[in-house]
C-alpha cells in the first residue's frame, strides 16, 4: 500500500512538473532551416569559433518582416551566434522591457524609441565603449542621432528616423483645384487650405485630427504645432508647453474643428488613414513611416507629401527607432555585432527603402530613392530648422498619456486651452520632479 | 488548505485502532489529497504566491520598481492611494463598470434563458440558439474591444453611418464623449460576458424538478407567479453567487477598458485596473500599484462576505 502510494504520488509530480514547465512562455525564435554551409571563404570573425551564444532581440512587431531576413544574413555570417528573436507590438516594447529587466532576463537587444526614458530608468546602457563617436557622427543624420543620444552620449544606433509631414490624397486636391503645399506654407495657407476641402454635406473633410485616448498621434500631432507657435515641450526638466506659444497653438488645432471630421476625440490613426484612402479627409500629419504603411496597404492609393507649415517659426519632432543593449545582458560583445551589423550602411539602405522609411544614415540618404517624390520630401524636412527629437523625457509614455488626457478636455471644451495646457504641466512636473539631479 | 493538512496528519499519525478497514479508509482518504497536489501547487504558485507578493510590495516596495526596498512595513503607499485627487472618482467608475455589467450579465441571462427553458420551442432550435448565443464569449477580448471601436466609432462604424443616413442630427461618436465612455465599455462587457452567465442560469433552471410547476398550474398560478415564486426562489443562491463572481471579477477586468478607452477621454473611463497598469508600467510604482490592488481585492473580499452571509442564511 505505503510503495503503491508513493508511485502514485511520484506520477502525480512529474506530470505537475511538466504541466509548470510548459505554462512558461519563451520568446520566439527564427527557425533555423539548416545548418549554414560555406560557400565561399568565410568572412574572418572575432568570436570564438565553436561555442554558439544565444542573444535575444526584441523588436516591433508592426515592422515588416523584410528585418527578419536581416537576422538572418547575421546568423549567416556569425555561425556561433544565435538571434532568438522576441515580436511585440510597439506599444508593448517598452512595458515588456520594463517587466522584464526588474526580473532579470531582458533582452540582449531591443528596439528603443524612447531612449530618455530608457536611461532614465538603467534599461539600456551606454555605447560609448563600442562606438567610435567621429564615424558615428559623419555617418548618421542630426535626426538619426538625436534619437539614439540622451544627454550627449550614445546609448543606441539609428534604425529609422523621420521628421512629421503633410500626408495628402492628390486625388483630392487636385478635384479641389488646389495645389500641393510647398516648404515655407503657413498656418493661414493650411485653413484656407481645409476650409477649400471640407464639404460637410458630402462628408469630406480638408483635414484629419486625431483626438483619441487611446492613439499617440493625440498628443504627436499637437508638438510640431507648438514648435511652430515658438514654444518648446520642456525647459530645464519641467514642462515648459504651457506657455503663450503653448495655448496658442492649441487654439489654433481647435479653430480647424470645422474641417475636421466630427467626433474626431474617438478617432485613431487608423480610421483616419481609413478616411483618407476613402477620399473623405484630404490630408493629415504623422511620421514618413505612413507613406510606406498605406502604400502596402493601399497600392492603387495616389499619396503626396508636403512639409509642416510654419506658424511664427518652423518646428517639427522626429520620431524614429534606434538599436540598444540592455545592462543586465550577459552577451554584450555579441549584441554589439547583432548591432553592428543591423546598422550597418547596406542593411539600413536596404530595409528603409523597402519599407518606405526615412534612413538615419547619410550613405542610404544619398541613394536615389530620397531624391524625388514623397521620400524625397520626407527626407528633406528632417534637415529644417527648429526640429526636435520626441519623447526626449522620462516616463515619457505616463507624460505622454497625460497630454493626451488634457488635449481631448480642450478639444471637448471641457476645459479652455490654457487650463488645460496648466493642469498637464501640474501633472507632468510632479513626475519630472523626480529626476531632477 | 486546512483540510489538505488534516489528511496529511491522519496519513502520518497513527490511529488509536489498527482495524483494516479504517487503516484503508486513511489511505483512501490521504490518497485523494495527493491527486489534488498537482492543483494545489498551481493555485499557490499562480495564485497565492503572487498575490503575497502583491501584498508585500504594498507594504515594503517604495519609489520606482519592484524591489523591496522598505526595512519595516509602511502605509505610505496606501496612503498615497487613498489622498490621490482621482481616488474617489475611480471608485465610483469601476463600482458603475462592475456593478452595471453584473446587472446587465444577471437580467439579461436570466431573460434569455427563461425564454430558451419555458417557450416552446423546438429542441433542436434550442440547442443552435444557445450555441449561437455563445458566439460573443468565445471570441478574444482584445477583438472585441477592436470590433467596438469600429463599430462605434462616429466616421466609418456601421451605427454612425446608419443614422447620418436617416438625418439624425447628433454625432454617434460614445468613445469619444466622457459622459458615455464609460457606460459603451460597460455595455460591451455586457455583450461579451452574458452568454456565459446565460449558461449557468440556464442550467440552474433546468435543474428544478419540472412537478414543482405543474404543481403551480394545478394551483392556478400563471406564468408571471411561476417565475417570481418559483423559478428566481429555487435559483437564488445561483444568481447571488454568480453575481458575486460576477462583480468581483469585473472589477479588475481590464483588456476591454483599456483597448477601448485606455481610461479617457479625461479619465472618464479610468477603473481600478486600469489605474494599476498605468501606475505600474508607465510609472514604474509598483509599490503604489500593489496597494491599489489590495483595495480592489479588499473591496472583492467584502462583497464575497455579505453574499456569501446571504447564501448561508438560506
Avoid at chain 1, 546602457?125 to 558615428?136: A, P
Avoid at chain 1, 487611446?214 to 530645464?236: H, R
Avoid at chain 1, 508636403?306 to 527607432?321: D, H, L, Q
Amino acid at each position: 500500500m505505503y510503495k503503491r502510494t508513493i508511485n502514485i504520488t511520484l506520477s502525480i509530480l512529474i506530470v505537475a512538473s511538466f504541466m509548470l514547465a510548459s505554462c512558461q512562455s519563451q520568446p520566439t525564435s527564427i527557425p533555423v532551416t539548416e545548418a549554414p554551409v560555406a560557400t565561399e571563404a568565410p568572412v574572418a570573425t572575432e568570436a570564438p569559433a565553436m561555442e554558439v551564444v544565444e542573444i535575444t532581440y526584441m523588436r516591433q512587431a508592426d515592422n515588416p518582416e523584410i528585418e527578419l531576413d536581416y537576422v538572418k544574413e547575421f546568423e549567416e555570417k556569425y555561425p556561433n551566434i544565435k538571434v532568438n528573436v522576441d515580436s511585440v507590438p510597439a506599444n508593448d516594447n517598452y512595458n515588456k522591457l520594463v517587466l522584464t529587466t526588474n526580473a532579470g532576463n531582458p533582452p540582449d537587444v531591443f528596439m528603443s524609441f524612447w531612449t530618455a526614458s530608457a536611461v532614465s530608468n538603467n534599461l539600456i546602457m551606454s555605447l560609448e565603449d563600442y562606438v567610435d563617436k567621429e564615424d558615428f557622427n559623419k555617418r548618421f543624420s542630426s535626426a538619426g542621432q538625436s534619437y539614439a543620444k540622451y544627454q550627449d552620449i550614445i546609448y543606441a544606433i539609428p534604425w529609422r528616423a523621420g521628421s512629421s509631414v503633410f500626408l495628402l490624397n492628390c486625388k483630392m486636391f487636385e478635384e479641389a483645384g488646389v495645389e500641393i503645399p510647398t516648404l515655407g506654407w503657413t498656418w493661414d495657407d493650411l485653413t484656407v487650405i481645409s476650409e477649400k476641402l471640407t464639404n460637410r454635406e458630402k462628408g469630406t473633410y480638408g483635414f484629419g485630427l486625431v483626438g483619441s485616448s487611446t492613439d499617440y498621434a493625440t498628443e504627436w500631432q499637437f508638438w510640431p504645432f507648438l514648435l511652430q507657435a515658438g514654444g518648446k515641450i520642456t525647459e530645464n526638466n519641467r514642462a515648459a508647453f504651457n506657455s503663450e506659444a503653448g495655448v496658442e497653438a492649441l487654439e489654433y488645432l481647435i479653430s480647424l474643428a470645422p474641417y475636421i471630421p466630427e467626433g474626431f476625440t474617438s478617432m485613431d490613426l487608423n480610421q483616419i488613414v481609413d478616411l483618407m484612402v476613402s477620399d473623405k479627409v484630404a490630408m493629415f500629419q504623422d511620421g514618413p513611416w505612413f507613406i510606406g504603411i498605406i502604400q502596402s496597404g493601399h497600392p492603387n492609393f495616389d499619396i503626396c507629401v508636403a512639409p509642416m507649415p510654419v506658424g511664427k517659426t518652423s518646428g517639427n519632432i522626429i520620431g524614429g527607432t534606434a538599436l540598444g543593449i540592455s545592462p543586465l545582458s550577459e552577451h554584450k560583445d555579441e549584441a554589439w555585432k547583432f548591432i553592428e551589423y543591423m546598422t550597418s550602411d547596406d542593411v539600413l539602405t536596404r530595409w528603409n527603402e523597402a519599407t518606405h522609411n526615412i534612413p538615419p544614415n547619410n550613405a542610404a540618404l544619398e541613394q536615389p530613392t530620397y531624391q524625388e517624390g514623397p521620400m524625397f520630401v520626407a527626407a528633406q524636412v528632417v534637415n529644417q530648422p527648429g526640429v526636435i527629437p520626441a519623447n526626449q523625457y522620462p516616463e515619457s509614455d505616463a507624460l505622454n498619456g497625460i497630454m493626451r488626457n488634457y488635449l481631448q478636455a480642450a478639444y471637448l471644451g471641457e476645459m479652455t486651452p490654457k487650463e488645460a495646457l496648466d493642469k498637464a504641466a501640474e501633472e507632468w512636473n510632479i513626475i519630472l520632479k523626480q529626476y531632477d539631479n | 488548505m486546512l483540510e489538505y493538512i488534516v489528511g496529511v496528519m491522519n496519513y502520518i499519525t497513527p490511529t488509536k485502532n489498527f482495524e483494516e478497514d479504517a487503516v484503508m479508509r486513511n489511505i483512501k482518504i490521504s490518497a485523494a489529497y495527493w491527486f489534488i497536489l498537482p492543483a494545489m501547487l498551481f493555485f499557490i504558485l499562480l495564485a497565492i504566491y503572487p498575490s503575497a507578493f502583491v501584498l508585500i510590495l504594498s507594504f515594503f516596495a517604495t519609489g520606482k520598481g519592484i524591489t523591496i526596498s522598505a526595512t519595516h512595513p509602511s502605509f505610505a503607499n496606501i496612503i498615497a492611494v487613498w489622498e490621490n485627487v482621482n481616488f474617489g472618482k475611480f471608485m465610483y467608475q469601476t463600482f458603475f463598470y462592475a456593478g452595471g455589467a453584473t446587472l446587465l450579465h444577471i437580467l439579461l441571462g436570466f431573460t434569455l434563458a427563461l425564454i430558451l427553458n419555458i417557450l416552446p420551442l423546438n429542441p433542436a432550435f434550442t440547442r443552435t440558439m444557445r450555441t449561437v448565443y455563445l458566439i460573443p464569449w468565445a471570441i478574444t477580448p482584445t477583438v472585441v474591444a477592436i470590433l467596438f471601436r469600429i463599430l462605434l466609432s462616429p466616421q466609418v462604424g456601421p451605427i454612425a453611418i446608419y443614422l447620418k443616413s436617416i438625418g439624425a442630427p447628433i454625432v454617434f461618436g460614445p468613445l469619444g464623449q466622457p459622459a458615455w465612455a464609460l457606460l459603451a465599455v460597460t455595455l460591451t462587457n455586457g455583450w461579451m460576458f452574458t452568454p456565459f452567465y446565460l449558461l449557468m442560469i440556464l442550467s440552474a433552471m433546468q435543474a428544478i424538478d419540472p412537478g414543482i410547476y405543474e404543481a403551480a398550474v394545478v394551483d392556478g398560478a400563471n406564468g408571471f407567479q411561476q417565475i417570481f415564486f418559483i423559478t428566481i426562489p429555487m435559483i437564488k443562491n445561483t444568481l447571488l453567487t454568480l453575481g458575486m463572481f460576477d462583480f468581483v471579477t469585473t472589477a479588475g477586468y481590464f483588456d476591454l477598458t483599456w483597448i477601448m478607452t485606455q481610461g479617457g477621454p479625461i479619465k472618464s473611463s479610468e477603473i481600478i485596473s486600469t489605474w494599476v497598469y498605468r501606475t505600474a508600467f508607465q510609472s514604474f510604482e509598483f509599490g503604489k500599484a500593489s496597494a491599489i490592488g489590495l483595495i480592489l481585492f479588499s473591496i472583492s473580499v467584502i462583497v464575497s462576505i455579505i453574499v456569501l452571509r446571504a447564501i448561508n442564511k438560506e
